[in-house]
């Protein structure tokens, strides 16, 4: 099963603290860059203002993006990046403009400092971007350099929706999931492979543990232990799993599928939350439902009380090739029986106690 596998560690700089950004222009400096590209959305500026440095010796450009992650989007970054001169690129966002920072800085040959605002994916980690082709995924595109400088300012994600918390736990707890699935099948597993599947259970466990009460801290605007530890799972964590793994090129295999499916619109890691009890549903790992179950009840995931249009969905799951890396003989039917078997199984444990 295992493919050419190509580590890739993580940023050649993270620093995750209070006021983390006070330094970047002389971080900049010492480095000699003269001019940055600020990438950003509208909410992630305003959010981030406070926090921001004035610069006096470097010049800055703020450009804010137009539409997901695309080559077209990309493309258009970095033509103004080129007119500009910008010698490194600023990305300021949450995951899609994090990706489109890299892609930018990986076109016009600079290096990049990315500043996630939410604690939703692990893109602030991964040598990666997720392209989008007429609002739909399309493909993962590695770059050959990894991230300069990833810097948390905790206090701006402190500010960030409750839901996009939520929808990073269960983007980073399905990576154990489907890690731990995929190394069941590996018969010689690297050191790389085992490192990457230990990471993952950690980052699984100490989202179980610390999960709930990070999602109440970010409710009441509480920088806590609990919350630290659970942005930093998500970004760190999460993207380290992923370095270390490259036998798929997603995070969570059931999102794409998911996603044609769902009648409302559901953040990635929503998706993902559902994803994962398809998963076990497909494996028959009833005893893992149940025991996750409470939990996502308690932080309010997503979990098939609300999966419509089995057939479709099925379809849809069936023709991925990447849920085939798993489930390299599921058919439609096999994948409608195993949905309709999670929503039964759902129904007969809803007296389960809340915890």
Avoid at 32 to 61: M, R, T, V
Avoid at 68 to 84: G, P, Q
Avoid at 302 to 326: T, W
């Amino acid at each position: 099963m295992q493919k050419n596998l190509e580590v890739r560690s993580g940023p050649n700089y993270y620093e995750c603290q209070k006021d983390v950004l006070s330094s970047l222009e002389e971080r900049l400096s010492t480095l000699n860059y003269k001019k940055a590209l600020w990438i950003h959305g509208k909410k992630s500026l305003e959010a981030a203002q406070p926090f921001l440095p004035q610069f006096h010796y470097i010049q800055s450009l703020f450009v804010s993006y137009e539409e997901k992650c695309s080559i077209k989007e990309r493309d258009r970054l970095a033509s103004k990046a080129a007119k500009f001169g910008a010698d490194v690129i600023i990305s300021l966002g949450g995951g899609n403009v994090l990706d489109l920072g890299k892609a930018v800085a990986n076109v016009v040959d600079c290096e990049v400092i990315l500043i996630p605002t939410l604690a939703s994916t692990c893109s602030a980690w991964t040598p990666k971007s997720l392209m989008y082709k007429d609002g739909q995924f399309h493909s993962a595109l590695s770059h050959p350099k990894q991230t300069l400088m990833v810097l948390i300012e905790p206090r701006i994600i402190l500010h960030s929706p409750v839901a996009y918390l939520r929808s990073g736990i269960s983007n980073t707890l399905a990576k154990w999931y489907e890690l731990d699935a995929l190394m069941a099948k590996e018969e010689n597993k690297t050191y790389a492979m085992e490192l990457a599947h230990q990471i993952a259970h950690n980052s699984h466990t100490l989202l179980l543990a610390h999960g709930k009460q990070a999602l109440i801290d970010l409710a009441t605007v509480k920088l806590s232990p609990s919350l630290l530890k659970t942005i930093e799972i998500i970004i760190m964590g999460g993207g380290i799993a992923s370095s270390f793994n490259s036998q798929h090129e997603t995070a969570t295999l059931f999102q794409n599928s998911i996603s044609l499916n769902a009648s409302s619109p559901l953040l990635l890691g929503e998706k993902a939350a559902y994803g994962i009890f398809i998963q076990l549903a497909l494996e028959e790992n009833w005893d893992e439902i149940d025991r996750i179950l409470p939990f996502y009840r308690q932080i309010k995931f997503p979990y098939g009380e609300n999966i419509e249009m089995i057939e479709k969905l099925a379809s849809c799951i069936a023709q991925d090739k990447r849920v085939h890396v798993l489930f390299p003989s599921l058919t439609q039917q096999e994948a409608a029986d195993s949905i309709q078997a999670l929503l039964h199984h759902i129904q007969q444990n809803e007296r389960v106690p809340v915890l």
